[in-house]
């Protein structure tokens, strides 16, 4: 009666998080002989409306996906006849005996997530997940009688699903006589298969099941079906989640919807190979370690030697706070928001090409690039640079067409320059040695630009690096315009047109930037970590995520920022103007504002609207604390004071939580050598705020 209740689809579709459980009325009497009581016709309308409403809204998601060709899907219609999904041949060139599968590896991110929200998973806490799939999997997958290919990576065979175990997501099947297999590196017989099997006792996990093709269209849901099981066990699901004591939470929000985000960031290139390499080898350490704490566990609950238990009691623990700090750096690189303001120190150790120091003859280079030039360009380059830099023996002048050729040519003190042009390069330029770049006019005609993907644009390692009157173009690299990871960077009258991220100060690292124009960029204008020190002055920086962020990871071998601000115009940027990253030590959210240490600030609304108002400063928009070096008269304290309290002021309290406190640390932690004369304007969600992670 159910199979003949889904023949008959009733209208309407499924809303996220329903139970499916609305009944429709259902008209029987055209395939219904034998007299039913009320209570029996309401079981089966409703089975049959919950079957046809999942049915149809599965595949009205798939046909909205349809014009994709990378869904894996074709063109989904409930009218259409035949199957919807596309064909998975076989590897090119290998021959084999089995037959085709279904194609549904290649979904797009809103086809998963809409599955994994809408029907799957729903609001379910962790401890729930298996009994809302199988309840999932009851709804769509057929029950018996369907071929699919028992696929683990050693070998391919050929099985028949017979019936179905939901409860452990398992799947009873018989092996398919003649064998039909694909081996790699093994040779496999029907005895060695038949003893597989039944050592498993015929039960085999569905996700490693891949669906036989049929054109019928019968499978398609169960192809699916699979897909997504096998997907969100591979990619999203983590073996010590059964057992976390935490458990009172949306577990499809809390882990599912980043996680799947960070697999499509890392499939789409948007993530920095550095991190994505530490992420891996974060999971793969978690694993063992809680592989190691499970051991243990089961063996002080049945171990009854008192002084045994004793020592693995102390061990469990130390496994226990290590599983819980794999855990906090994981959580931090999948939740989107934490990996963008806190980012990560592993990259720092990553391979940087080596300084080439000084030439062993002695002598210094000045390369000149360009791909062709008059002859009054080459008369003022000879007048203006070329004889002031080569008046000595010991140097020599070497030409290129592009720059990358001539920093790669660099030793330690020599001088890149280049003449106005257009030069598009296609690798990152990485600058181990103290070397100096300038170009030869104004910065909009001396442009470098990047358009091929990679970590970043300019990576900057050496003690001394200088560049000046370039105008750097950035497109799909992803971690930063321009990344200093040691040693020291000086920056002078250069425009950095951003498309990912700004500038990156890496710890210990030094950057000096003068009246240079930095906009653009998805995430921070500047980003400054823990132990540099950032000299910035008479910049505009503007129309990015957030203008300056500094991360104070409050760790014991960190210290803080040493900062210099001076003259600055931070404005229409989408986030804040300057934020600080802070570690949530406890300290209460809301910072309150003691009313006897002074006149009261703009309120959050005056902020969005205006701008930070200094009191001492006639209703200019600049905000300028004092310097760590100014002193102190009676006046100056009360000015101090009062710009003190403006910090106080800078949240907006109608964000969120986590970033809803004041910014009162900038000061008393004394992260700013020197802020003055620095003005803010328009940025939508204030001037400076603090992120408590």
Request: hydrophobic residues 35%; contains cysteine; proline residues 3%.
């Amino acid at each position: 009666m159910e199979q003949e209740a889904r023949e008959n689809p009733s209208a309407g579709t499924r809303k996220a998080g329903d139970e499916m459980s609305d009944i429709v009325e259902v008209d029987f009497e055209s395939y219904v002989n034998v007299e039913l009581d009320i209570e029996e016709n309401n079981r089966l309308a409703e089975v049959g409306h919950n079957v046809s409403s999942l049915t149809q809204a599965l595949l009205q998601n798939e046909d909205e996906s349809a014009d994709d060709d990378d869904s894996g899907t074709d063109h989904f219609n409930t009218e259409k006849s035949g199957t919807q999904l596309q064909r998975c041949e076989r590897p090119g060139g290998v021959t084999s005996s089995l037959p085709d599968t279904f194609q549904t590896s290649h979904l797009l991110f809103y086809e998963r997530f809409k599955a994994y929200q809408d029907y799957m998973l729903g609001d379910c806490k962790p401890s729930e997940v298996k009994a809302f799939t199988a309840d999932y999997l009851e709804k769509v997958v057929e029950p018996c009688d369907w071929l699919a290919l028992w696929s683990i990576g050693v070998f391919d065979v050929l099985v028949e699903v017979y019936d179905l175990d939901l409860k452990d997501l398992k799947a009873c099947v018989r092996l398919v006589l003649p064998l039909q297999c694909d081996t790699r590196g093994c040779e496999l017989t029907e005895e060695a298969i038949v003893t597989l099997l039944e050592a498993n006792q015929h039960r085999l996990p569905l996700q490693e099941l891949l669906v036989v093709y049929e054109q019928s269209g019968d499978f398609d849901l169960t192809a699916l079906a699979l897909e997504h099981l096998r997907f969100f066990y591979t990619h999203i699901w983590r073996q010590w989640e059964e057992e976390d004591e935490d458990d009172d939470f949306d577990y499809f929000v809390r882990c599912v919807e980043p996680r799947l985000r960070l697999y499509y960031d890392i499939l789409e290139d948007r993530v920095p190979l550095g991190l994505v390499a530490e992420y891996k080898s974060l999971l793969e350490n978690c694993s063992q370690c809680f592989q190691k704490f499970s051991v243990l566990c089961r063996g002080l609950r049945t171990n009854s030697d008192t002084e045994l238990d004793n020592v693995s009691m102390v061990e469990s623990l130390k496994l226990y706070d290590q599983l819980e700090t794999f855990k906090r750096k994981l959580h931090i690189i999948e939740n989107p928001l934490l990996r963008y303001v806190l980012g990560y120190k592993g990259n720092a150790s990553q391979q940087c090409v080596q300084s080439r120091g000084l030439r062993a003859s002695g002598m210094k280079v000045v390369h000149v690039v360009t791909a062709s030039c008059s002859t009054i360009q080459l008369q003022s380059l000879l007048s203006d640079r070329l004889l002031p830099l080569c008046s000595s023996e010991d140097t020599e002048i070497q030409f290129y067409r592009d720059p990358v050729s001539a920093v790669e040519r660099c030793h330690q003190g020599d001088v890149v320059i280049v003449l106005p042009g257009i030069y598009s390069v296609s690798s990152s330029i990485f600058l181990p040695d103290s070397i100096t770049i300038e170009g030869f006019g104004l910065p909009d005609e001396v442009v470098i630009e990047k358009k091929n993907k990679g970590d970043s644009f300019v990576e900057s390692t050496g003690a001394d690096v200088r560049l000046s009157n370039i105008k750097f173009i950035q497109h799909d690299a992803i971690e930063g315009i321009m990344c200093v990871r040691q040693g020291t960077l000086n920056m002078e009258n250069c425009v950095l047109q951003c498309e990912t991220t700004g500038v990156i100060v890496r710890t210990s690292a030094r950057l000096t930037m003068n009246m240079c124009d930095l906009y653009g960029s998805k995430g921070a204008g500047v980003e400054i970590y823990p132990g540099s020190v950032c000299s910035l002055v008479g910049n505009g920086i503007h129309h990015c995520k957030d203008g300056i962020l500094i991360k104070d990871f409050a760790d014991e071998l960190d210290v803080m920022p040493s900062i210099t601000m001076e003259n600055n115009v931070i404005h229409n940027n989408a986030g804040y103007g300057v934020i600080l990253v802070k570690s949530n030590n406890g300290e209460q959210r809301d910072a309150a504002l003691d009313p006897s240490e002074g006149p009261a600030g703009p309120t959050a609304v005056d902020q969005q609207q205006g701008g930070v108002t200094d009191p001492t400063s006639n209703g200019s928009a600049d905000v300028q604390p004092e310097s760590a070096e100014n002193n102190s008269t009676d006046c100056d304290v009360a000015s101090a004071s009062g710009r003190k309290l403006h910090f106080i002021r800078q949240i907006s309290r109608n964000k969120e939580t986590s970033c809803s406190r004041a910014v009162q640390d900038l000061m008393d932690h004394q992260i700013f050598v020197s802020i003055q004369g620095n003005q803010f304007r328009r940025n939508g969600m204030g001037d400076l705020g603090t992120f408590f992670y």
